[in-house]
């Protein structure tokens, strides 16, 4: 199946989801508390949908709309994005959103974000369950890192194995490494046997996003995995765990310096230095015109020692609830930076998300980064924008601080200002998307 296409269903199937699920939330509150719900729908419906079906007796209308931008529940009085004038110039109603006290409206515009939350800590639990926690110890990566200019510029050296960030010990490769060492005054760095440390400096994370390099990569030695049938590699004889260590006598111990060395032998004989079960050998190989040999080598959780964490039933659940809040309080962490003329940037939309799931389908990877995106989502909805869970609720906030609802109209207003700002943010991080893919 296209590439593209694995993507693109992995996306909609994964936001299907989240919608539902935010939007469920919405909706269960309000018939907790017997407010009308007029409609239910996944994805939004302008002029017409796809599907409808209203069951017998109930006065809530289900559907799926044909623009996959969302979707939404109709909350009968309420000002939404349905802006139903109409309906809020007659008389309010006991089963209506504005009859009801403000805690029980706050409850219900906070349902979506708690689903979504609970969604996040339910499938974090449910994969470490199923499987397992595996990582890789940074101390285990005996080759280092491959640092990015940015990260030269502050000190760090291509080889360099991390080891703390001030005082605390850097566990495992990731977002929480790097903003780690992002706020740290001190680096401890592994440095050809001894331990070095290294002074930081401000504005790493802006420079990073700058030169949109990202921090630092493992350095991996070439370790075949497998050839190719009628490939190079097989007619030389390479096979599953050989490690090549030379190119025409020159020693390649990275992929970086043998991936360089074939380049610089396109369409010619190569004699290869190769270890097999601790003895060296050597083999000759044609490089074709792309300077590739045809074989795939071994992944970095293949080739250095990595740790297993398994979870039984009721120990997942604990573990998925503190991986959710870890990851929400490092995507926290991150949103300043999106304020910084290199993090606005920097910004994606919906094909920058897609580009985020595997090219082949995995179910780990796949609900991996479905509850990544629900933290998202439950995050970037209670930020107190007007049209977003969270205007609601600043409004809801000041009505019981102040014990005064604010003014229909005023509410209107806000709606309609917060709902262009978001078509533009919309419009405006997809745009960056169409820039980056014309110019890549």
């Given amino acids: 199946m296209d590439t593209f296409l694995i993507k693109a269903l992995q996306l909609i199937l994964s936001l299907s989801l989240l919608v539902v699920v935010h939007e469920f939330g919405h909706y269960i509150f309000a018939r907790m508390f017997k407010i009308r719900v007029e409609k239910f729908y996944l994805f939004f419906d302008p002029w017409f949908a796809l599907f409808r079906y209203k069951p017998k007796n109930s006065h809530t209308e289900y559907g799926i709309g044909w623009l996959p931008l969302g979707g939404y529940v109709k909350i009968s009085g309420m000002i939404d994005e349905s802006m139903d004038k109409e309906q809020m110039a007659q008389p309010p109603q006991p089963w209506e959103f504005r009859s009801k006290p403000a805690g029980q409206r706050l409850l219900v515009m906070v349902g979506g974000v708690l689903f979504n939350l609970l969604l996040a800590f339910f499938i974090y639990s ?28 502050v000190g760090f050296q291509d080889g360099d194995i991390l080891l703390k960030a001030d005082n605390k010990e850097l566990d495992r490769f990731g977002v929480r490494t790097l903003l780690d060492v992002a706020d740290a005054a001190k680096v401890t760095v592994l440095r050809e046997g001894r331990e070095v440390v290294l002074t930081m400096q401000e504005g790493l994370m802006e420079n990073l996003l700058k030169d949109k390099e990202g921090f630092a990569s493992y350095r991996m030695p070439v370790v075949v ?58 083999t000759a190989a044609n490089v074709d015109s792309a300077g590739t040999l045809g074989f795939s080598v071994k992944g970095v959780y293949q080739v ?124 405006y991080a997809n745009g960056m998307d169409v820039v980056r893919a014309i110019f890549k």
């Fill in 225 to 282: 995995h497998e050839s190719m049938e009628g490939s190079a590699a097989e007619r030389a004889g390479l096979t599953s765990g050989d490690s090549i260590v030379g190119v025409n006598g020159m020693v390649t111990p990275l992929f970086s310096d043998f991936k360089s060395a074939l380049n610089d032998h396109r369409n010619q004989e190569v004699v290869l230095d190769f270890y097999r079960s601790g003895s060296l050998q050597s």
């Fill in 304 to 427: 250095y020692q990595t740790v297993t964490v398994n979870y039984g039933f009721f120990e997942s659940f604990p573990a998925g609830i503190k991986l959710g809040i870890q990851t929400l309080k490092d995507y926290v962490a991150q949103f300043k930076y999106v304020f910084t003329k290199a993090g606005a940037s920097s910004l994606g939309g919906f094909g920058a998300i897609g580009n985020l799931f595997p090219a082949q389908w995995n179910w780990q990877a796949f609900w991996m980064m479905t509850a990544f995106l629900s933290v998202i989502l439950a995050f970037m909805n209670i930020l107190p924008i007007p049209a977003l869970d969270g205007g609601h609720v600043m409004f809801l906030v000041y009505e019981v601080i102040t014990r005064r609802k604010p003014n229909d109209k005023f509410m209107e207003y806000a709606q309609v200002a917060g709902m262009i700002l978001l078509i533009g943010l919309v419009l």
């Fill in 126 to 153: 449910m994969v470490l369950f199923t499987w397992s926690d595996t990582y890789l110890p940074l101390k285990n990566v005996t080759q280092g890192m491959e640092f990015s200019q940015a990260a030269h510029r």
